[in-house]
């Protein structure tokens, strides 16, 4: 059984950094890359920022294009999210999530609050 766990999350003022963690368990096999995803009150979940398995392309989405990075450990199946700049906007449940070749996984996801 794949288990992905996050952590990282918490209460930041508009500013602030915060890097989220995500750690996968179990039998992963053939993983194509992860990713971080999140959802607000009342919002669809969407996408934030993925990487292939081998590291060598990331992908952002526009709206924390220079302010959020993702990164991946060698070797590993744990993915970081670098977020500076935080804004108001930023706020809410961010979801890691991890796609096999036949699968795909969804961590429990970990709290971001963003306010003054």
């Known amino acids: 059984q794949v288990q992905l766990v996050e952590s990282g999350g918490g209460l930041v003022q508009p500013g602030d950094s915060l890097r989220l963690s995500c750690a996968a368990s179990?039998?992963?096999?053939?993983?194509?890359?992860m990713g971080w995803f999140r959802q607000a009150p009342g919002k669809e979940r969407e996408f934030v920022a993925g990487?292939?398995?081998?590291?060598?392309?990331?992908y952002h989405r526009d709206s924390v294009k220079g302010r959020f990075t993702i990164s991946r450990e060698n070797g590993k199946t744990t993915v970081y999210l670098q977020m500076n700049s935080l804004k108001p906007e930023d706020t809410a449940v961010y979801y890691c999530?991890?796609?096999?070749?036949?699968?795909?996984?969804w961590g429990q996801g970990t709290q971001v609050t963003v306010s003054s």
């Open positions: 179990g039998r992963t096999g053939t993983t194509y890359g």
């Open positions: 999530k991890l796609v096999t070749a036949f699968n795909s996984y």
């Open positions: 990487i292939n398995w081998s590291g060598a392309n990331t």
